[in-house]
């Protein structure tokens, strides 16, 4: 320990800045390490392999590439790991493969966590628990075959952003590897980020806070800039009209207006047919389907179904809406009781189905399919699966919506009467009885051919051999970046 002084000594002072040289005698201290320094001492040698393995180890580090990254981060950057990688796989994965962006949970699994408040008045919880399937679906006893009955659950129709999230993470082209990806996923659930805020006195900037926030977040990551966006996807779980809010008093958020959303490509339960970019896929219904088996027997058990029948409503009226056409359809409906069956869903009845409404699908040769709050329906994928056969008012209900996942002859699988003549008294019922049997027939097995398409299996998997509508999907959106890629027809 060093002495305190107050006043301490130039000579004291020196001796801590310089220490004094020890009086070394280098001759004799060099003649003492000769003995060791012989080629044939073994400490020579293991002296030398120290001396030459920190020379390579040198050099090694200087080859080495060293980046430095100053782009700011708002969020913790995606998290990678090794792949998974086999030849069947790369068989399988021809159209290429997905990298699923680790977003911050802000943007998908603390939305989910807030399903009490995601309306005034009720809790979404249940309906959108079980992975965005919902709760198992009571009361179909005796309708459905009972082998059949757990691939039923009450699935809310603007689930589908929860449902292809969680598939997408078990998807067999999933790859951990940036690098590696055809497509980046981007698991953001815009419509539960817009649903709490759409029913209140919000403010325009509250609607869309959680889309600015997730793009500005994705727009940070290195992957983004080699395409500015053209690779990237995203589900939205509503209609796209509830993205597309051009001035702030309107209804809905902004969020596909927003700059960064021009190139991203968008999965909707409804699109707008004039961009591009939006993509129809079908609402997600309550067949889930946990094996091929389970298909194969739901189609048999629709193609054999004794319906009595001609044709059926399920729906309700729109009261604000002058001169409401679904009130047109009810009155003929009514007015042909013998052949017609009506489930009037007047308040919430008929909220993500009932036992009632399917007994009424698979009872009826054709279903009616108006245009709903906007001009797609859930109904119509209802209507499908139980093997009826749709009737269309509106070309934009299906025709121009989902093009991927039903026969490109819509002809072949549906009818189309103009809604104008069914307002000027055309009779549905003498439209519908002018099919023959073997017509009707030859349609039913072309809805049931295609039921695949239109739901979601309930396995995160999918299901062997089989493609239900999240493949058709991502196949789909696979090859359309392929083709751009190839094509070189990208704007910036």
């Known amino acids: 320990m060093l002495p305190i002084s107050d006043n301490p000594s130039s000579e004291s002072f020196q001796s801590l800045k310089k220490p004094k040289t020890p009086n070394l005698d280098r001759k004799n201290s060099f003649n003492s390490l000769q003995p060791y320094l012989s080629v044939h001492h073994p400490r020579t040698w293991l002296i030398l392999t120290i001396f030459l393995l920190q020379i390579f180890l040198l050099l090694l580090a200087r080859s080495l590439p060293i980046s430095v990254s100053h782009r700011r981060q708002h969020f913790p950057a995606p998290l990678t790991a090794a792949p998974s990688a086999s030849a069947d796989g790369d068989i399988e994965c021809g159209s290429g493969r997905v990298y699923v962006y680790d977003l911050p949970p802000l943007f998908n699994t603390e939305l989910l966590q807030k399903c009490d408040h995601l309306n005034p008045w009720s809790s979404r919880c249940d309906a959108l628990s079980n992975d965005g399937f919902g709760k198992m679906a009571t009361g179909i006893a005796g309708i459905v075959p009972e082998n059949l009955t757990h691939a039923w659950y009450w699935t809310d129709q603007f689930a589908s952003e929860i449902i292809y999230h969680n598939r997408l993470m078990n998807y067999r082209c999933r790859t951990m590897v940036p690098e590696s990806a055809t497509a980046f996923y981007i698991p953001f659930y815009a419509g539960l980020a817009v649903d709490e805020y759409l029913w209140s006195n919000y403010s325009a900037e509250d609607r869309d806070r959680h889309c600015g926030m997730m793009l500005k977040w994705v727009q940070d990551q290195p992957y983004w800039n080699r395409s500015n966006g053209w690779d990237h996807f ?3 779980g509503r209609i796209t009209w509830d993205f597309r809010r051009s001035k702030d008093e309107d209804w809905g958020s902004s969020c596909i207006y927003m700059p960064s959303m021009r190139n991203i490509t968008r999965l909707l339960i409804e699109r707008n047919p004039w961009d591009y970019f939006d993509i129809g896929v079908p609402y997600p219904t309550g067949f889930h389907p946990s094996s091929v088996s389970d298909v194969r027997q739901w189609q048999h058990f629709v193609r054999t179904r004794n319906r009595t029948a001609l044709y059926c409503f399920a729906g309700a009226t729109r009261g604000f809406i002058k001169n409401d056409f679904r009130g047109v359809l009810l ?19 008929c909220s993500n189905g009932t036992s009632a409404i399917l007994e009424t699908f698979l009872d009826s040769d054709f279903c009616l399919q108006p245009r709903g709050d906007s001009f797609t329906r859930r109904s119509i994928f209802d209507c499908m699966v139980a093997g009826s056969i749709p009737v269309f008012f509106w070309k934009r209900t299906a025709y121009y919506q989902y093009q991927w996942f039903l026969p490109g002859e819509p002809a072949s699988y549906s009818v189309f009467i103009d809604r104008n003549a069914v307002k000027n008294g055309t009779s549905i019922r003498g439209v519908l009885e002018k099919y023959s049997r073997e017509e009707m027939r030859r349609m039913r097995e072309k809805v049931i051919d295609y039921i695949p398409n239109v739901v979601y299996a309930k396995p995160n998997q999918g299901l ?4 239900d509508a999240f493949d058709v999907a991502v196949d789909g959106v696979l090859r359309r970046m392929k083709e751009q890629e190839e094509g070189g027809y990208k704007w910036k």
Do not use: A, F, W
């Open 234 to 236: 995203i589900t939205m």
């Open 331 to 349: 009155s003929q409906c009514y007015d042909d009781s013998d052949s017609c069956r009506v489930v009037d869903c007047g308040g919430t009845r």
């Open 464 to 467: 062997k051999g089989i493609r």
